[in-house]
């Protein structure tokens, strides 16, 4: 289980909040646009949160909504809309749904970071590992605000069981944050890469 400090435990479950109203954006780092985001990974919460927080039986009423959204928008839909739509079929566990919503995205903004890290999302709800990594990766290399797409193909490596690839990653997020002078989350990233240590002797 993924464990949380107390803090990033309190801001995590005032996104999860936000995230059950979903009228304004997707879940993400509120100050994502600005020179310094805040100390938390929203979108890597994201997973964690829709298993402990969204409320069972939503998705289908989000998908009404957003549906209903894009056809008075009559298909005209921003990056902030295409996000939207796209989690609301992985809500509604329509995959193949969300994928072909994701690719259509990707033609209107091929350079949006977090489509492809949706995209990556709903493969690994798909159990498809490998096709979550590719995406994953290709977020990185877009650029993401807070390691987003490292936490993410760390953890389709733990899934995968290929444990000694994960935890190299989770070093390189804990140097990494602590480069940027986040400390707190530097330890949490040590704590992860601790969680697999012993698997990897196995």
Not at 118 to 137: P, Q
Request: hydrophobic fraction near 35%.
């Amino acid at each position: 289980m993924i464990k949380l400090s107390f803090f990033a435990h309190k801001r995590a479950t005032k996104s999860a909040e936000n995230y059950q109203n979903r009228t304004a954006a997707p879940l993400r780092c509120h100050s994502c646009h600005n020179k310094k985001p805040i100390r938390i990974w929203c979108v890597f919460l994201r997973t964690v949160l829709r298993i402990r927080y969204l409320p069972t039986g939503k998705g289908e009423e989000i998908l009404k909504e957003r549906q209903r959204e894009m056809d008075e928008a009559n298909g005209e839909l921003d990056e902030r809309e295409w996000c939207l739509l796209i989690e609301a079929y992985d809500s509604a566990e329509q995959y193949e749904k969300a994928l072909s919503v994701c690719a259509d995205a990707l033609q209107k903004y091929p350079d949006n970071w977090e489509l492809y890290l949706l995209k990556g999302l709903v493969c690994f709800s798909m159990e498809k590992y490998e096709e979550a990594i590719e995406c994953f990766e290709k977020s990185g290399e877009i650029g993401t605000p807070f390691c987003d797409e490292k936490y993410q193909i760390a953890w389709c490596y733990r899934k995968l069981e290929k444990f000694k690839e994960a935890y190299q990653i989770y070093l390189e997020i804990a140097d990494i944050h602590r480069k940027n002078g986040y400390d707190v989350e530097a330890e949490q990233a040590l704590g992860y890469a601790k969680e697999i240590q012993d698997k990897i002797k196995q």
